[in-house]
C-alpha cells in the first residue's frame, strides 16, 4: 500500500521525485527500511544494540519513533522490535573476542565513558529485547558481566605498567 504522505529523507527533500520527475511514494513496507538507516547508523553493534533499545518505554514495552507520524505507531512498534531482535542476535552470535572488539570501537567511538564498563551487566537489562528467551538473554548478560571484568582488568594492567614503567624512570633518574 503507498502512503502519499512527504517524508523527509537524509536529503532533506520532502516527496522526492523521480528521474521522471514524478513523485515518489512510501509504502509501508519501507518502514523497517527507513528505522534500519536512521536508527542503526552506529559504527558497532553495541552502538546499535543502544540506540535501539533506548527507543524503547520501559513501562509500557513501546517503541516510539518520529516516523510513526507516517506509519503509524504499531508499523513502526513492530518494526523496531524486529530490529532490535535481529542486533540483539547479531551480537550473541558473536565470540567473546568479537564482542570485546565490538566494544572497544563504541567505547571509543562514542561520547560514552569509561563508567560504561561497570555498568555493562546493569545495562544488559535494558539491552534486551523484551522478545528474547530467558536463556538467551542469561547468556547476553553473562557475556556482558565478563566484558566489564576482562576491560577492568585490562585497565588495571595499563594502571600497573604505567607505575612500573615511570618508577623505573624515576630510580634511572636518579642514578
Avoid at 521525485?17 to 528505522?35: I, P
Amino acid at each position: 500500500m503507498a502512503l502519499g504522505w512527504p517524508i523527509h529523507l537524509k536529503s532533506g527533500l520532502e516527496n522526492p521525485k523521480n528521474s521522471r520527475g514524478k513523485f515518489l511514494t512510501v509504502s509501508a513496507t519501507n518502514c523497517e527500511e527507513l528505522l534500519r538507516d536512521e536508527v542503526l547508523r552506529g559504527p558497532s553493534i553495541f552502538a546499535q544494540l543502544m540506540a535501539v533499545a533506548s527507543l524503547r518505554e520501559g513501562e509500557r514495552d513501546l517503541y516510539r519513533h518520529r516516523l510513526a507520524q507516517q506509519f503509524g505507531l504499531i508499523e513502526v512498534d513492530q518494526a523496531l522490535r524486529r530490529l532490535h531482535l535481529a542486533v540483539f542476535a547479531k551480537w550473541l552470535n558473536f565470540s567473546v573476542r568479537q564482542q570485546r572488539s565490538d566494544l572497544d570501537v563504541y567505547l571509543t567511538t562514542s561520547e560514552a565513558d569509561k563508567r560504561v564498563i561497570s555498568t555493562l551487566p546493569e545495562l544488559g537489562r535494558r539491552l534486551a529485547p523484551s522478545g528474547a528467551r530467558l536463556a538467551e538473554y542469561d547468556v547476553f548478560v553473562q557475556d556482558l558481566w565478563l566484558l566489564a571484568v576482562v576491560l577492568r582488568a585490562d585497565s588495571c594492567q595499563k594502571e600497573c605498567e604505567r607505575e612500573i614503567v615511570s618508577h623505573h624512570s624515576a630510580e634511572l633518574a636518579e642514578r
